[in-house]
């Protein structure tokens, strides 16, 4: 490519010719068509909203459960009759610490999976291994959890994906 007002060769994507200063037109890059992309390329954006709203899912879920155990139990007193009103409760009776950790816990894996999700639209280079991370944590939850880590593991895990993963994350 040559400059059009000093004739000086110049690189195809450079701004301003280096002699004379004048402004260059860039040369338009396309995009390819939607049926020319590979297989990681089609899945990363559902594989996406799909571990946001999974995060969303885990923790709608945990909250309802509790909510529901703790009206469904909350007349019911200490089967021994001993103890004051509202301390020996079922089902968390004599384990007040229990619901603090497990929803801790839970919340910790709904922020992975948002963390995941959210890297995963982005496109971002440790998107793909941490995704790897989070399918091979979330493979033992029943249905929903062990379908999504499948589908990520389907999609991310063989070595060709790899490659395209990194071609699509520098676009």
């Known amino acids: 490519m040559f400059c059009s007002a000093c004739g000086q060769p110049i690189d195809p994507y450079q701004p301003f010719c280096p002699r004379?200063?004048?402004?260059?037109?860039?040369?338009?890059?396309?995009?390819?068509p939607p049926w020319t992309w590979n297989r990681v390329h089609r899945h990363v954006h559902t594989l996406g909203i799909?571990?946001?709203a999974y995060a969303g899912w885990t923790l709608l879920n945990w909250f309802v459960a509790v909510g529901i155990l703790s009206g469904v139990f909350?007349?019911?007193?200490?089967?021994?009759?001993?103890?004051?009103?509202?301390?020996?409760?079922?089902p968390f009776a004599g384990?007040?610490?229990?619901?603090?950790?497990?929803?801790?816990?839970?919340?910790?894996?709904?922020?992975?999976?948002?963390?995941?999700?959210?890297?995963?639209?982005?496109?971002?280079?440790?998107?793909?291994?941490?995704a790897l991370v989070t399918a091979f944590l979330t493979?033992?939850?029943?249905?929903?959890?062990?379908?999504?880590?499948?589908?990520t593991l389907w999609v991310l895990l063989p070595g060709a994906s790899g490659q395209e993963y990194d071609q699509i994350a520098t676009l």
């Open 139 to 151: 493979l033992i939850r029943p249905l929903i959890g062990t379908a999504l880590s499948i589908y």
């Open 95 to 130: 384990l007040p610490w229990l619901v603090p950790i497990i929803t801790t816990i839970l919340i910790v894996r709904a922020v992975l999976c948002l963390v995941t999700g959210i890297a995963l639209l982005r496109r971002e280079p440790w998107a793909r291994a941490l």
């Open 20 to 32: 004379c200063g004048r402004q260059t037109t860039p040369i338009a890059t396309c995009t390819l």
């Open 50 to 52: 799909l571990w946001i």
């Open 74 to 90: 909350h007349d019911f007193v200490s089967p021994f009759g001993h103890g004051f009103d509202g301390f020996y409760r079922f």
